[in-house]
């Protein structure tokens, strides 16, 4: 089983500012099948990226993904107030596809 | 408009059986694999298994495999999930979502309770 690590737990920025976040993963995803979900309190997920970099339907542009392999990152070019909530990344190169434990990112 | 709705919250006691459900429409529900996501309270996000409804394949986590069943009915466009004694440790939030791979249409999910 492939585990993803997240780095950091919880990001402190601030409205306007630049957040990357980190996924690493334990072994090779099978070069970039990565993908990357917001998740607000009590709602589901919404898929942000898929393939590592392509942008799901309807995503603002400030949301960005790069990476292969076995790193990965999601960058939020601009931060808006409501950006400020759990992102997830997950893996589907091997079966279980597995999801890394998250960033939460604050004000 | 693809839509997945899932059954309303339960609670159960220890060692009873449970089947939620999860209702496909607005697409080709044989065309697409379905799987189901597990969130216990304040945790992240557990992938728990996936079921392609044209064929049955199924796929599973080693964490869940044994401890669930997944399952569809395409006649009626819906996916289950089910087990046949629950434990507290059952309690969480179970999704739905579209798709063998990343998930890009989700259910709203159904809040499992399990306690004596």
């Known amino acids: 089983e492939i585990v993803l690590t997240q780095s950091p737990g919880t990001l402190s920025l601030s409205p306007g500012e630049r957040a990357t976040l980190s996924c690493r993963a334990s072994q090779s995803v099978g070069s970039r099948y990565l993908a990357w979900y917001q998740q607000k309190s009590g709602q589901a997920p919404r898929l942000l990226i898929y393939?590592?970099?392509s942008r799901a339907t309807g995503i603002p542009d400030r949301f960005s993904g790069s990476g292969s392999g076995t790193d990965f990152t999601l960058t939020i070019s601009r931060l808006e107030p409501e950006d400020f909530v759990v992102y997830y990344c997950q893996q589907y190169g091997n079966s279980p596809y597995t999801f890394g434990q998250g960033t939460k990112l604050e004000i | 408009e693809v839509q997945l709705v899932q059954s309303g919250a339960e609670v159960k006691k220890p060692g009873e059986s449970l089947k939620i459900s999860c209702k496909g429409s607005g697409y080709s529900f044989t065309s697409y694999w379905i799987g189901w996501v597990r969130q216990m309270p304040g945790k992240g996000l557990e992938w728990m298994g996936i079921i392609y409804p044209s064929d049955s394949d199924t796929k599973y986590s080693p964490s869940f495999q044994g401890q669930v069943t997944i399952s569809a009915d395409k006649s009626i466009t819906t996916a289950y999930l089910h087990w046949n004694s629950l434990k507290a440790s059952d309690s969480a939030m179970y999704y739905c979502a579209r798709g063998g791979s990343y998930s890009g249409y989700w259910g709203q999910g159904t809040l499992v309770t399990v306690s004596s």
């Open positions: 393939g590592a970099s």
